[in-house]
């Protein structure tokens, strides 16, 4: 019974955890400006969004990089991060670049490194930023493509904005308590399946022993 028990616990706490951690993908979509940290004015301005690859496809726009940045160090890189987890996306180069990524992320930030071969951040972060909503694309729907028609007869195009002939409805953005009471919400359902589910194996357990 004991055992039971605890598998309940546990089926519930990463119910909890899961219902979360599923919500952190939608944070790689956004805008990051990378502030300088060490009161220089390199800076750069990053844009992230997902394609039909489910690939984060990251476009990065840099200003004022000196090289080399110092005596022992000649390469920007760039780091994604989330919850902890690090990787490595690249050199900045000329300050033009861009990275695709499959790996969902919620911070950039760059540090300075002797090379583009190593594999782990050093401790030298130069600039840093977190993903935010894009201000003019907050609270407008999604548009359906615009499709162009070319009649037989008349050969003229005309234009058709929506395929079902109704107008386009704004979605306002989420706020973070709606997000927190979505996440409580899933959590609560998942927890209570997974909780009948223990309530019935251990009815067909007492039932078999008598």
Request: charged letters at 20%; glycine letters at 8%.
């Amino acid at each position: 019974m004991r055992v039971l028990i605890k598998l309940a616990t546990f089926i519930i706490v990463f119910s909890v955890i899961f219902s979360f951690s599923t919500k952190r993908a939608s944070a790689s979509k956004g805008e990051f400006e990378l502030e300088n940290t060490v009161g220089g004015e390199t800076r750069c301005y990053a844009l992230s969004t997902l394609l039909s690859t489910a690939q984060y496809h990251v476009l990065v726009t840099c200003r004022n990089l000196i090289y080399p940045a110092d005596e022992n160090n000649s390469q920007y890189i760039l780091w994604s991060r989330n919850a902890g987890d690090v990787v490595k996306l690249g050199s900045l180069a000329q300050g033009e670049v861009f990275f695709n990524t499959k790996t969902p992320f919620s911070q950039l930030f760059v540090t300075l490194e002797p090379n583009d071969k190593i594999k782990e951040p050093g401790n030298r972060t130069v600039m840093f930023g977190t993903v935010k909503d894009v201000p003019f694309l907050q609270g407008l729907s999604t548009p359906f493509p615009t499709q162009v028609v070319t009649s037989g007869e008349t050969g003229k195009n005309t234009q058709v904005q929506n395929p079902s002939g109704t107008p386009e409805k704004t979605v306002p953005a989420l706020t973070t308590r709606e997000k927190l009471l979505i996440g409580l919400k899933r959590s609560s359902v998942i927890a209570g399946v997974a909780l009948l589910g223990l309530i019935g194996l251990i009815f067909v357990i007492t039932r078999s022993r008598g």
